[in-house]
C-alpha cells in the first residue's frame, strides 16, 4: 500500500508592501519642495503698515529690519546704527541687484527709519524700499 503525500497548504498572513507607499510619499515631497516659493524673512516680529500700491519685492534684496523697539536686524542679525553703513557696504559689494529693502513696525521711530535710510544711501545701494502689505 502506497501512501500519497498531500501538500499542505501554508497559511499566509495579509502583507502590505510598503516600498511602493514610500515611493509616492517620496515622490510628492519633492513635487512640493519643487513647487514651493522660497521668500527671504528678516528673523525678527515686524507689524508692517499696509498700503495700496504696494507690489512684489526682488528676492536678491537685501532686508534690513526695523523693531518696534528701535532694535535694527539685518538677515536675522542685530546690529548697532552706528556699524549699519559698514554692514551694509560689505553686503552691497557681494548683491547683485544692490537693492535694500526696509522692513519697519509701524510703531517704529520715523527718525530710526530716516536714519536707515540714509545709511543705505551712503553705503552705495541702487535702490531702496519701504516694505508694506497690500490691501
Given amino acids: 500500500m502506497k501512501t500519497f503525500l498531500i501538500p499542505s497548504r501554508r497559511k499566509t498572513g495579509f502583507h502590505i ?8 510619499v517620496f515622490v510628492i515631497l519633492i513635487f512640493n519642495i519643487m513647487s ?9 516680529d515686524v507689524d508692517k503698515p499696509k498700503a495700496q500700491s504696494a507690489g512684489e519685492l526682488n528676492r536678491q534684496s537685501i532686508l534690513v529690519a526695523i523693531t518696534r523697539d528701535g532694535s535694527i536686524h ?8 552706528g ?7 560689505r553686503l552691497l559689494a557681494s548683491s547683485a541687484t544692490g537693492e535694500v529693502v526696509i ?11 530716516v536714519g536707515v535710510m540714509d545709511a543705505c544711501n551712503l553705503a552705495g ?11
Fill in 83 to 89: 556699524g549699519l553703513q559698514d554692514v551694509l557696504q
Fill in 74 to 81: 539685518v538677515n536675522e542679525r542685530q546690529i548697532e546704527a
Fill in 125 to 135: 545701494a541702487k535702490k531702496i524700499s519701504v516694505a508694506a502689505l497690500s490691501q
Fill in 36 to 44: 514651493s516659493t522660497l521668500t527671504q524673512q528678516t528673523g525678527v
Fill in 103 to 113: 522692513v519697519a513696525d509701524r510703531e517704529s521711530n520715523t527718525g530710526l527709519l
Fill in 17 to 24: 508592501d510598503v516600498v511602493p507607499l514610500i515611493d509616492v
